[in-house]
């Protein structure tokens, strides 16, 4: 295993329009993070699962903004009707339950609306 | 809330200069702490954690003491090399919960 994988790498489009990115966490790791990181800024919270659960969202999830992890394994997270302001990079990250503290995150997806 | 504060700006310096970014924290209760780097095209990777005051984490000649007292959890090295330019992240995890909080990172330029 190589890792946590993220897809796409980047993602332009036009303002109005929905995206959705995926993740691919380690493959023993039952939980899954989603954080976003602007220019300059640290990561930020956004929602994270155990398994399938989603147990977690931030009020920076707007009603936009959907994560999903249908089978406990990959995840992905949609946002709807995109905003100029959504442009960030979307990080993902994934940890063993047993050592939930220790995240390992994968390369982003960065993603500029026009 | 919990947050951590970074010092401002980047940190330049020379090839085996010493390397200090100062890193404080306001969290409830105990939390672990951790600095994680970012090298220039690359994911964030752990770098060192400490789960209870007094311990240090190390790792790559970096290490971090967790200080209860003054709520810090400085990062220092002792002779930089000029494959430790990347960005610093200092972050924590208040006890019991699973979301990490970060600060904003500081940019370490190290001149040959």
């Known amino acids: 295993d190589t890792g946590v994988s993220q897809d796409p790498r980047h993602k332009i489009t036009k303002r109005g329009q929905n995206v959705t990115f995926r993740c691919d966490p380690i493959s023993e790791h039952n939980r899954l993070y989603w954080y976003r990181q602007t220019l300059g800024q640290g990561p930020e919270f956004l929602t994270y699962f155990q398994n399938e659960a989603q147990l977690e969202k931030s009020r920076l999830l707007s009603d936009r903004f959907s994560a999903e992890r249908p089978k406990g394994s990959f995840s992905t997270l949609e946002i709807q009707r995109t905003e100029q302001g959504d442009s960030a990079m979307y990080l993902c990250?994934?940890?063993?339950?047993?050592?939930?503290?220790?995240?390992?995150f994968g390369p982003g997806t960065r993603l500029t609306v026009l | 809330g919990n947050s951590v504060t970074q010092m401002e700006g980047p940190v330049t310096l020379s090839e085996e200069a010493f390397l200090t970014i100062n890193c404080t924290y306001t969290?409830?209760?105990?939390?672990?702490l951790f600095w994680y780097v970012q090298y220039p095209g690359e994911g964030l990777q752990l770098l060192l954690k400490?789960?209870?005051?007094?311990d240090k984490g190390s790792n790559k000649g970096f290490e971090a003491t967790y200080r209860k007292e003054t709520t810090s959890f400085h990062l220092e090295k002792g002779s930089v090399q000029v494959s430790d330019s990347a960005v610093y992240f200092c972050a924590l995890s208040p006890y019991g919960n699973n979301r990490l909080a970060f600060g904003k990172g500081n940019q370490v330029v190290v001149i040959p």
């Open positions: 400490a789960t209870k005051a007094d």
């Open positions: 969290a409830t209760g105990y939390p672990s």
């Open positions: 990250a994934s940890s063993f339950q047993q050592n939930s503290n220790e995240q390992f």
